[in-house]
């Protein structure tokens, strides 16, 4: 449970660590690997390990909602308003890894999120990278790494 909510949070948090202001595109998938304490509010920091653009924050701070109705996980970005709908690739007991995809007018961003869970804590990184293309062609590459900490503060949201 933990590891989807930090996933969600990693797609959602990887938005607002960009500066350029976009929605967040919407994700859907299956929800059959994830338990479900990993649903709930989470406290989420990031901080900026390393880039080669100026495009990316420093640091942020987010609260999270992640849920369930079916088999699709919502996460919802408190500060912010952001909502996007996900879908974890691979996980474990305590190690989750996802990746995200987004199309931004002539950019295209890819945000791969990796955590590690540890009761109702996890940490991690996060990578981003943008892709800006011209007649189809990549003509700039930006991409950032972030450390990834969050925090449970809140209990689970999952409706069947």
């Known amino acids: 449970m933990k590891k989807i909510i930090l996933i969600i949070f990693l797609l959602l948090f990887i938005c607002p660590c960009i500066v350029f202001a ?10 059959s ?11 989420v920091t ?37 909502k996007a709908e996900i879908n974890v690739e691979d996980s474990d007991d305590s190690h ?4 995200k995809y987004g199309k931004y ?8 999120a990796e955590i590690y869970i540890d009761g109702d804590t996890f940490t991690g990184y996060d990578y981003i990278k943008i892709e800006t293309f011209v007649n189809g062609k990549i003509v700039k590459t930006q991409s950032a790494k972030y450390k990834i ?3 449970k503060i809140g209990g689970a949201i999952v409706t069947d």
């Open 22 to 31: 976009e929605q967040p595109a919407l994700l859907k998938g299956s929800v």
């Open 149 to 151: 900490k969050g925090e």
């Open 46 to 82: 990031s901080s900026r390990l390393e880039q080669n653009a100026d495009i990316f924050k420093e640091k942020s701070l987010d609260m999270w909602n992640l849920s369930r109705t079916d088999d699709v996980i919502t996460l919802y970005n408190m500060f912010n308003g952001a």
């Open 96 to 99: 989750v890894i996802f990746t």
């Open 105 to 112: 007018g002539k950019k295209k961003l890819t945000d791969r």
């Open 33 to 43: 690997v994830v338990p479900k304490s990993f649903f709930g509010t989470w406290r």
